[in-house]
């Protein structure tokens, strides 16, 4: 059974003005790694336990998979309307993946954050960097996932059933890119057995929340 520490009074009397912990702010939390990995499956997992917690559901030119529902996994958009909403500012980073443009939407964290709630986020590495570069006003917490081992990532593509033979090897050579910019995340989370990897983002979420932080007074 996963147990989740509550989320805690965000700050206290007894400390001194202009210490704050981070906890007092919503937290954006990225989670970046090789398509394969089981990023999808950890966030919904992490989500299902703890409904306090925001997914944020990008805009996507891909075509939907039979699993997959318009406004809970992407939206799934036209290249033209995509383009549209680049261009009046309405995405917060996008990038060209396998050919399809994905991107973050502003109105999907900006707000919540805003209100104290923490997001979850789910992109590949470009996006995880320029979301850290953003200098949003609120913390950015960048998570790399990976699978236990090379074979057991073509295992999980292959199982998942969603890519031709081409696909997968151009996502692979994708993934070999991305573990290169490792050394710019905060975390990472081998993802083994899926409750384990979804309970070691639960930490690090509390873990997140209880940094010590100046803030203006
Ligand atoms: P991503 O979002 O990173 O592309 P998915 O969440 O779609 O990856 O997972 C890819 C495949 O691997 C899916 O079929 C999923 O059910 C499976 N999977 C995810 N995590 C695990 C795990 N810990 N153990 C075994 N299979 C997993
Ligand atoms: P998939 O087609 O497997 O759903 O996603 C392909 C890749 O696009 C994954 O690495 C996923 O994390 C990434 N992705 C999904 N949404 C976004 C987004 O909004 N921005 C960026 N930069 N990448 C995204």
């Avoid at 409904?51 to 939907?64: D, G």
């Avoid at 996994?73 to 060209?96: I, P």
């Avoid at 070999?176 to 910019?181: F, K, L, M, N």
């Amino acid at each position: 059974m996963t147990v989740i520490p509550p989320r805690q009074e965000t700050s206290s009397d007894f400390l001194p003005s202009g210490w704050d912990t981070q906890g007092s702010r919503g937290i954006a939390l990225v989670v970046a790694g090789p398509s394969g990995a089981g990023k999808s499956s950890v966030i919904d997992k992490v989500l299902e336990s703890d409904c306090s917690l925001a997914f944020s559901v990008s805009a996507t030119t891909r075509t939907r998979r039979p699993d997959e529902v318009h406004g809970r996994d992407y939206y799934f958009v036209s290249a033209e309307e995509f383009r549209r909403m680049a261009g009046a500012g309405e995405l917060l980073e996008w990038t060209v993946y396998h050919g399809r443009s994905y991107g973050t939407l502003r109105s999907e964290i900006e707000e919540r954050l805003a209100g104290g709630q923490d997001v979850l986020l789910n992109v590949e590495v470009e996006g995880a960097l320029a979301i850290q570069k953003a200098n949003l006003s609120y913390p950015v917490v960048l998570v790399f996932l990976v699978p236990p081992s090379r074979a057991e990532l073509v295992r999980r593509l292959q199982r998942r059933g969603t890519e031709t033979e081409e696909a997968l090897e151009q996502r692979m050579a994708i993934a070999e890119r991305e573990i290169a910019h490792i050394s710019d995340f905060d975390y990472l989370i081998v993802n083994d057995r899926l409750e384990l990897a979804a309970q070691r983002i639960h930490s690090l979420l509390t873990a997140e929340r209880c940094r010590l932080v100046r803030c203006s007074d």
